[in-house]
Nanobody
Framework: QVQLVESGGGLVQPGGSLRLSCAAS????????MHWYRQATGKQRELVAT???????NYADSVKGRFTISRDNAQNTVSLQMNALKVEDTAVYYC?????????????WGQGTQVTVSS
C-alpha cells in the first residue's frame, strides 16, 4: 500500500509559479512510475506529466516547457514545478503512483490539491 499526500497548491496570478509536492508513505515508490494528473471543473481528468522509475519524463503538450516533474526516491517524494502559469492551468492536481507487470496494474492516488490561476 502506498499513501500519497499532495501539497503546494494555492492561488497564483497568471505568469506566476507554484511547486507541488507529493509525499509517499507506506512503501517505497522507487519502482513506481509517477504521474501528475489534473481535473478542471466539468472536465475529464487529464495526464499532465510522467516520470518513470528510471527517470524518463514526459509532458502533455499544453504544459511542455513550463512544467517540470522530478522525483527523489530517497525522500519518497515527487514534485511538479509549474512556471508561467495560465488561467487554463486551474484545476485540482492529483499525484498517482502506478506499478505495472504483465497484465496487472496497481494504482494509488492522492486526495488532490487545488491550483487556481487568476488575476
Amino acid at each position: 500500500q502506498v499513501q500519497l499526500v499532495e501539497s503546494g497548491g494555492g492561488l497564483v496570478q497568471p505568469g506566476g509559479s507554484l511547486r507541488l509536492s507529493c509525499a509517499a508513505s507506506g512503501s517505497s515508490i522507487r519502482m513506481y512510475n509517477m504521474h501528475w494528473y489534473r481535473q478542471a471543473t466539468g472536465k475529464q481528468r487529464e495526464l499532465v506529466a510522467t516520470i518513470t522509475s528510471s527517470g524518463i519524463t514526459n509532458y502533455a503538450d499544453s504544459v511542455k516547457g513550463r512544467f517540470t516533474i522530478s522525483r527523489d526516491n530517497a525522500q519518497n517524494t515527487v514534485s511538479l514545478q509549474m512556471n508561467a502559469l495560465k488561467v487554463e492551468d486551474t484545476a485540482v492536481y492529483y499525484c498517482n503512483a502506478r506499478l505495472s507487470w504483465g497484465a496487472s496494474v496497481v494504482d494509488y492516488w492522492g486526495q488532490g490539491t487545488q491550483v487556481t490561476v487568476s488575476s
